[in-house]
T-cell receptor, first 115, second 110 residues
Framework: DTAVSQTPKYLVTQMGNDKSIKCEQN?????MYWYKQDSKKFLKIMFS???????INETVPNRFSPKSPDKAHLNLHINSLELGDSAVYFC??????????????FGEGSRLTVL | KQEVTQIPAALSVPEGENLVLNCSFT??????LQWFRQDPGKGLTSLLL?????REQTSGRLNASLDKSSGRSTLYIAASQPGDSATYLC?????????FGQGTRLTINP
């Protein structure tokens, strides 16, 4: 059974478009995250949610809007896509009272290419 | 601001060798440190989690140590195998977020 699943796995789109990436975890965790891995393979946190509430917003442009309909889902919507948004986006989850205080489990990533 | 550095950036060794990967961090006020493995085109797999009160953790051929006061962690891999080839990342847990190093790309040659 997949613990943290993301869709789509690959996304190719034109500059200026709006796109969404979905994430679901079946681990019963309270906290979910979005990370961005750039072309140099550097992983950086974007957002974290604890029980549907935003905990961390790491100075991400407001074109990126996360939405957590319930604690098992955290979706990422991106408006007006730019070339620099091309990256691999990873969803993760942990069972922790505070965001990021426990072992993290990652999805397989969504590779976004903006042309 | 926490910074995590991993050295070397890449390492290539013959099969069967024991090896050590290094991770250093600038702020010793951490809750835990986690080692991950990332295969090409894949997500991250958690290997070991060391709480700040612990000195080491072992899982199979892997042993991770933590020296919080000096801001260092090592990942020891015994009797390396070609299947160990991957990028290994360490990440330190501070207040609210996990900060990653840039990883060590490991290649085990048959």
């Amino acid at each position: 059974d997949t613990a943290v699943s993301q869709t789509p796995k690959y996304l190719v789109t034109q500059m200026g478009n709006d796109k969404s990436i979905k994430c679901e975890q079946n681990l019963g965790h309270d906290t979910m995250y979005w990370y961005k891995q750039d072309s140099k393979k550097f992983l950086k946190i974007m957002f974290s949610y604890n029980n549907k509430e935003l905990i961390i917003n790491e100075t991400v442009p407001n074109r990126f809007s996360p939405k957590s309909p319930d604690k098992a889902h955290l979706n990422l919507h991106i408006n007006s896509l730019e070339l620099g948004d091309s990256a691999v986006y990873f969803c993760a989850s942990s069972q922790a009272p505070l965001a990021g205080a426990g072992e993290l489990f990652f999805g397989e990533g969504s590779r976004l290419t903006v042309l | 601001k926490q910074e995590v550095t991993q050295i070397p950036a890449a390492l290539s060794v013959p099969e069967g060798e024991n090896l050590v990967l290094n991770c250093s961090f600038t702020d010793s006020a951490i809750y835990n440190l986690q080692w991950f493995r990332q295969d090409p085109g894949k997500g991250l797999t958690s290997l070991l989690l060391i709480q700040s009160s612990q000195r080491e953790q072992t899982s199979g051929r892997l042993n991770a140590s933590l020296d919080k006061s000096s801001g260092r962690s090592t990942l020891y891999i015994a009797a390396s195998q070609p299947g160990d080839s991957a990028t290994y990342l360490c990440a330190v847990q501070g207040a609210q977020k996990l900060v990653f190093g840039q990883g060590t790309r490991l290649t085990i040659n048959p």
